[in-house]
C-alpha cells in the first residue's frame, strides 16, 4: 500500500532542505543560505518508529517568476493536494512574517493537519522567540533546530500520530495492480482508455487534464486486473502547469500501489531527462515495470526506426535492462493487443519464486564459469543461497564476507538468474549476509 506523504512548507530560507535532510538522514536536497537554491530531488523515504513515509521538500518545486505571495501559495496548494500531514516551517530568528501568516491561513483552511516548526532555535536561550507563532493558530508549536537536530524528533512524533490508519489490501491476492505513469502529454489517459475500452478518463491534448480517478477492475482473459488510479499524473490547473519537475511526486501513490508499472513515453518527442527521474522511482520501490513508447503512429519510420529507438531506451534507461519495451498508438489502437499478456508475464515473474535446490545449482553453476572476485588475497566464498521473498524477487546470498561481493559480480549473477528463470520486466534484489559460524 502507499506510504503517508508529508510535504514541508515554508517561505523561502527558512530552512525546509536542511529540515528535509535531517528527517530523511541523507543530503539529498541542496543546501545552501540562498533563497531558492534547491533544484533537483524533492522527494525521499523515510522512517520514523518503524512507520515509513514519503517526504516532499517543497522548495524544490519551481513556479516560474511570480510574486513570492503567490508562490508561496502555489506551493502551499499543491502540498494540500498531496500530503497527508504537512510541516510548517517557520523562521525563529526573522519572527512571524506576513507570508507565513498568508500560507498559514491557507493551512488552516485545508483541514489537513499541520505541525508547526520553527527553525533556527539552535539553544534554549533562543525558544523565547516562538511564543509569537502561537499568534497564527495552528497549535502546538514545536521549537527546532535543522542544523543540529534539536526538536526534530518530537517534531515527528507529531507527524506520525496523524497519520491515517495502514489499509488492508483492498484487492485480492491474485488480482494483477498496474498503473501507467510518465509525463504530461505522453498519452497515459488514451492508454488507460484503450484498454478499458471505453472513455472512462478525459483526454486532451492539453498537458494536465488529468483529474481525480477511482482505481478501475475489470477482467481480461479469466484474470482480474485493477487499474491503479493514477492520481500521480493529475493536475489542478496552471499551479502544476509550469511545475513538471512535480510529476514525478505525482506519480508516487500510483507506483507504490501496483505490481507492474507502465512507463510511457512520448514517441514523437523522443526520451526526456524527466523520463529518467519517473522511471528511477518506479524502479526504486522495487515494481515490474514495462516500458511504453505510445503515438508511434506519428512517428516517420523506416525498417531500423525501432531498432534505433530501442537502442536509445537501453541507453538512457541502462538500469532497466530488464524492462521490455513495447511501441504502441493509443490513438489507432497499434499493437495495444500485446499490452495486458505482456503486463501478465510481468506480474507472474515479478512473483516468482524459485526453488531453494534450483536457486544454489544455478549460483554454483555461475561460480564455476566465473569465479568469485579477490580482494587483498581474500576471496568472496557463497556458501549458500536462498530467495526470501517475492515482488520483487530477493535472494540472499550467504557469503564470508559482504564486503568482497562487489557490484559487477552482483550483476553477474543477476544476469545469469535472469537467463535461468526468465525474470524479465521485475528487478531482482541480491543481498549478502555474512554467514554465522
Known amino acids: 500500500m502507499s506510504k503517508p506523504v508529508v510535504a514541508i512548507v515554508g517561505r523561502p530560507n527558512v530552512g525546509k532542505s536542511t529540515i528535509f535532510n535531517r528527517i530523511v538522514g541523507e543530503r539529498l536536497a541542496i543546501v545552501e543560505d540562498v533563497p531558492g537554491v534547491t533544484r533537483d530531488r524533492i522527494y525521499s523515504k523515510a522512517e520514523w518508529l518503524n512507520r515509513e513515509f514519503n517526504v516532499i521538500d517543497t522548495g524544490g518545486i519551481e513556479i516560474g517568476e511570480e510574486p513570492l505571495f503567490v508562490q508561496m501559495k502555489h506551493q502551499a496548494e499543491i502540498a494540500i493536494d498531496e500530503a497527508d500531514v504537512i510541516i510548517f516551517l517557520a523562521d525563529g530568528r526573522d519572527g512571524v512574517t506576513g507570508a507565513d501568516e498568508e500560507v498559514a491561513s491557507l493551512l488552516l483552511r485545508s483541514k489537513k493537519p499541520v505541525i508547526l516548526g520553527v ?43 496523524h497519520f491515517p490508519a495502514e489499509a488492508e489490501d483492498e484487492y485480492e491476492e491474485d488480482t494483477i495492480r498496474m498503473s501507467v505513469i510518465g509525463r504530461p ?10 484498454v478499458l475500452g471505453e472513455e472512462r478518463v478525459i483526454v486532451s491534448d492539453i498537458p494536465g487534464t488529468t483529474r481525480d ?7 481480461r482473459d479469466g484474470q482480474e486486473y485493477a487499474m491503479i488510479d493514477t492520481a500521480g499524473m493529475r493536475k489542478r490547473g496552471k499551479v502544476y502547469e509550469n511545475t513538471e519537475k512535480y510529476s514525478v511526486m505525482r506519480a508516487l501513490r500510483a507506483i507504490e500501489r501496483s505490481d507492474v508499472v507502465l512507463m510511457v513515453i512520448n514517441g514523437e518527442e523522443g526520451i526526456r531527462e524527466q523520463d529518467k527521474k519517473i522511471a528511477g522511482y518506479a524502479e526504486e520501490a522495487g515494481r515490474a515495470l514495462v516500458m511504453v513508447v505510445n503515438k508511434w503512429d506519428a512517428v516517420e519510420k523506416d525498417d531500423k526506426t525501432m531498432a534505433r529507438f530501442t537502442e536509445e531506451v537501453r541507453d538512457h534507461f541502462q538500469f532497466l535492462t530488464y524492462a521490455p519495451v513495447l511501441f504502441i498508438s493509443a490513438k489507432t489502437k497499434q499493437r495495444m493487443q500485446h499490452l495486458l499478456p505482456i503486463v501478465k508475464q510481468a506480474a507472474d515473474n515479478h512473483k516468482l519464486r ?8 544455478v549460483i554454483l553453476d555461475a561460480v564455476i564459469m566465473n569465479p568469485t572476485p579477490t580482494e587483498s588475497n581474500r576471496r568472496l566464498r557463497i556458501n549458500y543461497a536462498t530467495q526470501v521473498a517475492v515482488g520483487p524477487p530477493t535472494i540472499v546470498l550467504f557469503v564470508n564476507d559482504p564486503e568482497l561481493l562487489h557490484f559487477s559480480y552482483r550483476r553477474y549473477l543477476e544476469n545469469k538468474l535472469r537467463e535461468a528463470f526468465h525474470f524479465e520486466a521485475t528487478p531482482i534484489k541480491i543481498i549478502a549476509r555474512r554467514k554465522s559460524d
Open 354 to 361: 524459485v526453488p531453494t535446490n534450483v536457486l544454489n545449482d
Open 185 to 194: 502529454n505522453v498519452g497515459k489517459s488514451s492508454i488507460v482508455n484503450a
Open 213 to 219: 480517478a477511482v482505481d478501475t477492475v475489470f477482467e
Open 119 to 161: 527553525n533556527k532555535i539552535d539553544n534554549p536561550e533562543m525558544e523565547k522567540y516562538i511564543y509569537e507563532f502561537y499568534a497564527l493558530g495552528i497549535g502546538e508549536v514545536y521549537p527546532i533546530s535543522g542544523s543540529h537536530g534539536i526538536g526534530v524528533g518530537d517534531l515527528l512524533d507529531s507527524v506520525i500520530h
